[in-house]
C-alpha cells in the first residue's frame, strides 16, 4: 500500500502540490498527454527543478496565453476582475464528458464542488451562480484536475498530512482586502477537525483554496510524520510567494508492508 504523506510546513496551493508530486517522480510528458484528456486550451506547462537553501526540488507553473500575471482567486492578485469564464456545472460537465480517468473525475468535481459550496458561502451566492473566477480560473483547473491525474500515475492509495500552516494578517485581492487564512479557506474548515496553525512569522496566505480543496476531499489523516511505515523517496515542490523563509511543500511516499 502507497501511502502520500503531505508536509505542510509552509502551506499548501495546486501548483505546491503538483511540483511535490513531479519531484518524486511522476513523467511530466506523462503527465502532459492526461492533461491533455481534459480537452481546455489556452495553457502552457512549466516544469522546472532547482534549488532552494541549498535543497532541490521542483517548480510548477500553469502559463496562461492571454494572463501572464495569473490574476486569479487562486493567487489573489489585487484590482483586477474577469468576467469570462465557466460556472461550477459547466466545469463539472467538461470533466464528465473528458477522457480523464473514472478516478480522476470523481476526484476533481469533488474538489471542485468543495470550493464552489464554501466560495457560495462567503460571496452569499447560489451554487449554481458560482463563477469561474470564484472557483478557481483556468490554471486553478489545471492544478486540481493535475494533482488528481499526478496522484493515479504515482498509484497512490491513501494519502495522510501534518497540521497544515498558514499566515496571518491582510492580503489584497480583486474584491479589495481579505483577511489570512481567506474567507473560502475558512469556510471549507467547518464541519471538519483539519488542523491550521497560524504562522505570525508570515504575514501572507499560505494555504490557497485550491490547496484546502484538495486537502479536505483527498487527505484521510492529519496527524506526525509516520513511525511504523517505510519512507521510499521525498519531493518538494516550491510556492511562489516570498514568506522570507523556505516556501515548499514536501511529499513523503510510504510503503505499508502487508
Known amino acids: ?16 502540490f503538483i511540483g ?17 484528456k ?10 522546472q527543478e532547482l534549488a532552494k537553501s541549498s535543497i532541490y526540488g521542483t517548480d510548477f507553473d500553469v502559463i496562461l496565453d492571454h ?9 489573489h492578485q489585487a484590482g ?38 464554501a466560495e457560495a458561502t462567503v460571496h452569499h451566492l447560489p451554487l449554481t451562480e458560482v463563477h469561474f473566477h470564484e472557483v478557481g480560473a483556468l490554471d486553478s483547473i489545471v492544478d486540481i484536475v493535475g494533482c488528481c491525474i499526478a496522484l493515479e500515475l504515482l498509484n497512490v492509495d491513501q494519502i495522510k498530512a501534518s497540521e497544515l500552516a498558514d499566515g496571518t494578517g491582510l492580503i489584497q485581492v480583486a474584491h479589495g482586502q481579505m483577511p489570512v487564512p481567506v474567507p473560502a479557506v475558512m469556510q471549507m474548515r467547518v464541519g471538519t477537525a483539519i488542523p491550521i496553525k497560524q ?18 476531499t483527498l487527505v484521510t489523516d492529519f496527524g506526525p510524520l509516520p513511525t511504523d511505515l517505510t519512507a521510499e523517496k521525498i519531493g518538494y515542490g516550491f510556492g511562489k510567494r516570498d514568506t522570507g523563509g523556505f516556501n515548499a511543500l514536501r511529499a513523503i511516499i510510504f510503503e505499508k508492508k502487508n
Open 1 to 16: 500500500m502507497r501511502i502520500l504523506y503531505l508536509d505542510a510546513f509552509s502551506g499548501i496551493s495546486g501548483d505546491m
Open 20 to 36: 511535490a508530486l513531479l519531484d518524486l517522480g511522476v513523467d511530466f510528458e506523462q503527465f502532459k498527454q492526461e492533461l491533455a
Open 38 to 47: 481534459l480537452g481546455v486550451h489556452g495553457y502552457t506547462l512549466k516544469k
Open 67 to 75: 494572463e501572464k500575471d495569473h490574476g486569479f482567486v487562486e493567487r
Open 80 to 117: 483586477q476582475h474577469h468576467q469570462h469564464g465557466r460556472h461550477l456545472d459547466e466545469i463539472l460537465e467538461l470533466i464528465k464528458n473528458s477522457d480523464l480517468s473514472k478516478r480522476v473525475k470523481e476526484q476533481a468535481s469533488a474538489v471542485f464542488s468543495e470550493i464552489a459550496k
Open 199 to 216: 504562522r505570525l512569522d508570515v504575514n501572507t496566505e499560505l494555504i490557497t483554496p485550491t490547496g484546502m480543496g484538495l486537502v479536505k
